[in-house]
């Protein structure tokens, strides 16, 4: 079974900063791919950045400014977030993608909003 806990969402001035953090726990290891989505309200639930195989990806609104990077000894995902705007304003998830046995489970977190004003 794996657990997830984000942490470190807030409320930041449009140009700020944040780094919001994801403690895993469980069956869970550093070849496992982990994500950050986000959501806002009326929006559908959008894929931000993924990291897999020592390899990331971002969605295109968000490359340059956002980054994701692990410390597999720690178990944590974090997504560094720099010159945010206001569109960046969602519950931010942190997503584990787990295969045993042949079975592939993804597991989220509680989630953690991120307000920017503007």
Same mark, same amino acid.
């Given at each position: %079974?794996?657990?997830?806990?984000?942490? =470190?969402?807030?409320?930041?001035?449009?140009? =700020?900063?944040?780094?919001?953090?994801?403690?895993?726990?469980?069956?869970?290891?550093?070849?496992?791919?982990?994500?950050?989505?986000?959501?806002?309200?009326? /929006? %559908?639930? $959008?894929?931000?950045?993924?990291?897999?195989?020592? @390899?990331?990806?971002?969605? @295109?609104?968000?490359?340059?400014?956002? @980054?994701?990077?692990?410390?597999?000894?720690? !178990?944590?995902?974090?997504?560094?977030? !720099?010159?945010? /705007?206001? $569109?960046?304003?969602?519950?931010?998830?942190?997503?584990?993608?787990?295969?045993? =046995?042949? @079975?592939? +489970?993804?597991?989220?977190?509680?989630?953690?909003?991120?307000?920017?004003? +503007?």
């Amino acid at each position: %079974q794996v657990q997830l806990a984000e942490s =470190g969402g807030g409320l930041v001035q449009a140009g =700020g900063s944040l780094r919001p953090s994801c403690a895993a726990s469980g069956s869970i290891s550093s070849s496992n791919p982990m994500a950050w989505y986000r959501q806002s309200p009326g /929006k %559908q639930l $959008e894929l931000v950045a993924v990291t897999a195989g020592g @390899t990331s990806n971002y969605a @295109t609104s968000v490359k340059g400014r956002f @980054t994701i990077s692990r410390d597999n000894a720690k !178990n944590m995902v974090y997504l560094q977030m !720099n010159s945010l /705007k206001p $569109e960046d304003t969602a519950v931010y998830y942190c997503n584990a993608v787990v295969s045993t =046995g042949g @079975t592939v +489970s993804k597991h989220w977190g509680q989630g953690t909003q991120v307000t920017v004003s +503007s």
